[in-house]
């Protein structure tokens, strides 16, 4: 049948199994918005406040549910506002389609008005992109951009559509979406042999996990590999929930902020399995020093992950979760009684401590965790709360752990809790921010607000830059260059003029009374949590630093 580009690209959308949509109208994609209004019982719309924000929630969506997100903007500054949002999802693997429309075809390349290269732009931060300039092939290159969004290891795609295109007629037909399969191409019974070697030959092994297990939705499978190799499991920021964290196998994070039971454990071991993690700076402090001691033995989809950052000794290359049923499928059942027993030891010796009194950051993630019983999304901004959800919230299941890892975005979480909780309306879930963080998207309220969705924004409001302070305390001789945000920002009367319901609390008792009340609301809840300016994340290691020489408050009063 004969379609215009818009309407081809919201049949495409259907053939992909896509419920919703984010994003922001404008001049050049008008024609598209012209379609969706007509679909809006098949495509639900939500619209942003920013741009930004529509990227934040196709990336939340995605990560919640395992699909591929989907946000889409005008020409010019529209596409220039998803920018942060697609370099975000490229660094943590999160597959997302941006659709942009661009100025019509005879004007690009003109400074037209609003025009922009916006492929030029994105060809550092996403799996591929495209700019379709023939209606003839754009039903062809949207399927090819969800394709490449899915398989392997996940990324963004963007597809630019000139707005003349979107006015073009051609022949559609609709297609079944591809099966994407499993990447197995590159998995070889001889790496498995040898995986199964230095495993069974190892006497002190760790394992440690990565976002790579959640993607693949290896959970299951991980357990299985855990319970007979018989070693101690420690994850990083994006492997949260791949493992349970209530297992007593588990031994919390590793790395800069990771426990010290993680991190002198790793320093010690024989052999380190790397399940799906790419060796972040933040995770191996100095690399040279990092696990001097063992082999490594690192699973991964990617190949380009291999050696990238720390040298390897045995790799296998695959979707990790065909990974570990293979190895589980030939692996004997292995004993390290002595060596867990140490690890055992070091959780007793090196406990995560926090004020024994008044509000901070651990105490209220710990609350949250206890009112939640475990069974709520969790998304951050980034900083010092980010850290402290990450090490006093226990993950249980993948996909409750939502954060920006490898750029670090602040801004990112209010946005990315809204897609979560439209795609998994069956989940609390919850946004927790510092003072800083919130102020670049709180805009967004005024969205969860318009689409009545119970997200509950916890603001940890200490009132300085948390994490940029704690290393001008620590680094900088107490230089706080602007990062104390010493003004009269009210939030809680932010988000009652936004619509939503908001209350300040100062002690522990308001705050377990505002989270009573927050869990019983079907709307947006914000909870502003006032700390002291100089807590910090403990432990710590100095950039620079090994990671077995992390260190906490009790170490530097002692030296």
């Not at 969506?61 to 490229?90: D, E, F, Q, W």
């Not at 790419?278 to 990617?302: C, E, H, P, W, Y």
């Not at 390290?336 to 690890?343: A, D, L, R, T």
């Not at 909870?527 to 290691?541: L, N, S, T």
């Amino acid at each position: 049948m004969q379609l215009t580009g818009a309407q081809i690209i919201i049949e495409c959308l259907k053939e992909q199994g896509v419920d919703t949509v984010f994003g922001y109208p404008g001049g050049a994609i008008l024609n598209l918005y012209d379609e969706l209004y007509k679909h809006s019982d098949e495509i639900h719309h939500v619209l942003t406040s920013h741009e930004q924000g529509a990227s934040h929630a196709a990336d939340g969506y995605a990560r919640a549910t395992g699909k591929v997100g989907v946000c889409m903007a005008t020409s010019g500054p529209g596409a220039t506002n998803l920018v942060t949002g697609i370099a975000t999802a490229y660094m943590d693997s999160v597959p997302i389609v941006a659709i942009t429309c661009n100025v019509g075809v005879p004007l690009l390349g003109k400074d037209s008005f609003q025009e922009i290269d916006i492929t030029g732009i994105t060809t550092p931060i996403t799996k591929h992109n495209f700019i379709v300039k023939d209606v003839k092939n754009l039903a062809a290159v949207i399927r090819r951009a969800f394709r490449i969004a899915k398989k392997g290891r996940p990324g963004p795609v963007l597809v630019d559509i000139p707005k003349d295109v979107t006015g073009a007629v051609t022949e559609y037909v609709r297609e079944e979406p591809e099966v994407i399969p499993r990447m197995t191409d590159k998995l070889r019974e001889e790496d498995i042999d040898r995986a199964l070697e230095m495993i069974e030959e190892s006497k002190k092994p760790y394992i440690f996990v990565g976002g790579g297990a959640v993607i693949s939705d290896a959970d299951e499978e991980l357990a299985e590999f855990v319970e007979k190799v018989q070693a101690p499991v420690t994850d990083s920021l994006m492997g949260k929930g791949a493992f349970d964290g209530t297992n007593p196998l588990y031994t919390g994070m590793l790395g800069m902020h990771g426990t010290k039971t993680s991190n002198y454990g790793v320093s010690e071991c024989d052999l380190l399995i790397a399940v799906g993690v790419r060796f972040s700076d933040r995770v191996t402090g100095n690399a040279k020093k990092f696990a001097s001691n063992a082999k490594i033995l690192q699973f991964d989809v990617d190949p380009a992950e291999i050696n990238k950052n720390i040298v390897t000794d045995a790799s296998v290359i695959g979707d990790i979760k065909e990974i570990l049923i293979r190895i589980n499928r030939r692996l004997k059942q292995q004993e390290h009684k002595e060596w867990i027993e140490k690890i055992m030891e070091y959780k007793k010796k090196y406990p995560m401590l926090y004020p024994a009194e008044g509000l901070s950051g651990p105490y209220i993630m710990k609350k949250i965790y206890e009112k939640t019983q475990g069974d709520a999304i969790i998304v951050t901004e980034v900083g010092q709360h980010q850290m402290w959800a990450a090490q006093f919230y226990r993950f249980k299941k993948p996909r409750t752990f939502l954060t920006s890892g490898g750029l670090g975005t602040m801004g990112y979480g209010l946005g990315a809790a809204i897609g979560a909780q439209i795609g998994r309306p069956d989940k609390r879930v919850i946004n927790i921010a510092g003072d800083g963080c919130f102020r670049m998207n709180m805009n967004e309220i005024a969205t969860a607000v318009r689409q009545q969705l119970p997200i509950i924004q916890v603001v940890i409001n200490n009132h300085v830059l948390g994490m940029v302070r704690q290393w001008q305390d620590l680094f900088y001789e107490e230089r706080y260059s602007h990062t104390v945000l010493n003004d009269n920002v009210d939030f809680v009367k932010l988000a009652e003029a936004m619509g939503a319901q908001g209350v300040r609390v100062t002690s522990r008792q308001e705050l377990e009374e505002s989270l009573d009340l927050a869990l019983t609301k079907q709307t947006p809840f914000l909870i502003d949590c006032i700390i002291d300016c100089d807590d910090k994340v403990w432990p710590m290691v100095a950039p620079g630093a090994a990671i077995s020489e992390a260190f906490d408050e009790q170490d530097i009063k002692r030296s």
